[in-house]
């Protein structure tokens, strides 16, 4: 059935901005480039594990549905069923209808009966705000707002989130993502080193450095958010592992 049919710092400064502050273009990350290989086969499910009424495959695409007669009562996940990763860059596309989703990265299973799932997440909406930052599910909360670039430290016992640059407008990297129409997410996790960017545009860049905190390592999913009917849709995803 069509989609449409169904709803109607420091030293920790100078070297994130050495890194990757330029704020701009992902040039260097080409998803066809040696070393990445497609995650999800176009055709079924296969190396992923989700709640079966709500995740399926259709027109090539992984989607995931909720209804208005059927809402489901927390956050739940596709979990890819192939091992861990540490150091990578991700690329694929999505499209989201109503709604939030997201993509966990370095994460956790905190529910395997009802596939719910807690780390890193590389967030995006139908919305108008949150698409691009980064958020922990399960966790510290907003890590990196649309346009930020962050350090994360600890004080106290307590999570600092410190905002050491500017690498855009928030309304401006929003006016790149398209409405209910493919978009480009890449996600390169090096290190403590955290980066996303949609359709070419850096969203944020993120320097972990609570300790405690900090994953090095972790599962990867995709979201199914709580809240109104939605449909969420992810195609051509491809991983690279880096040393």
């Known amino acids: 059935m069509p989609i449409r049919s169904l709803l109607r710092a420091s030293v920790v400064v100078v070297s994130v901005a050495a890194l990757a502050f330029t704020g701009c273009k992902a040039t260097l990350h080409d998803p066809n480039?040696?070393?990445?290989?497609p995650?999800?086969?176009?055709?079924?499910?296969?190396?992923w594990a989700g709640r079966a009424d709500l995740?399926?495959?259709?027109?090539?695409?992984?989607?995931?549905?909720?209804?208005r007669d059927h809402p489901i009562s927390g956050n739940t996940f596709l979990v890819w069923t192939n091992g861990t990763l540490a150091n990578f860059e991700l690329r694929l596309q999505y499209r989201v209808f109503s709604g939030n989703s997201g993509i966990q990265y370095r994460s956790k299973l905190?529910?395997?009966?009802?596939?719910?799932?807690?780390?890193y997440q590389a967030d995006f909406e139908a919305g108008k705000t949150?698409?691009?930052?980064?958020?922990?599910?399960?966790?510290?909360?907003?890590?990196?707002?649309?346009?930020?670039?962050?350090?994360i430290t600890e004080e106290g016992g307590k999570t600092k989130v410190n905002v050491v640059g500017k690498l855009?407008?928030?309304k401006e990297l929003q006016a790149n993502i398209r409405d209910e129409q493919w978009n480009d997410y890449l996600i390169i996790a090096d290190g403590n080193h955290l980066m996303h960017f949609i359709n070419g545009r850096m969203t944020v860049d993120v320097v972990d450095?609570?300790?405690?905190?900090?994953?090095?390592e972790g599962i990867l999913a995709l979201q199914i958010h709580a809240g109104?009917?939605?449909v969420v849709q992810f195609r051509d995803v491809k991983i690279k592992k880096l040393p």
């Open 228 to 230: 109104p009917p939605m």
């Open 33 to 37: 480039a040696e070393g990445f290989r």
């Open 55 to 67: 995740w399926s495959v259709q027109d090539g695409a992984i989607t995931g549905t909720t209804h």
């Open 168 to 170: 855009a407008d928030s």
């Open 110 to 119: 905190v529910d395997a009966d009802k596939f719910v799932v807690g780390g």
């Open 209 to 216: 450095q609570q300790a405690s905190k900090a994953a090095k």
């Open 130 to 151: 949150y698409s691009g930052i980064l958020y922990e599910e399960r966790g510290r909360g907003i890590l990196a707002e649309r346009g930020q670039r962050t350090v």
């Open 39 to 47: 995650i999800f086969d176009g055709k079924t499910l296969a190396g």
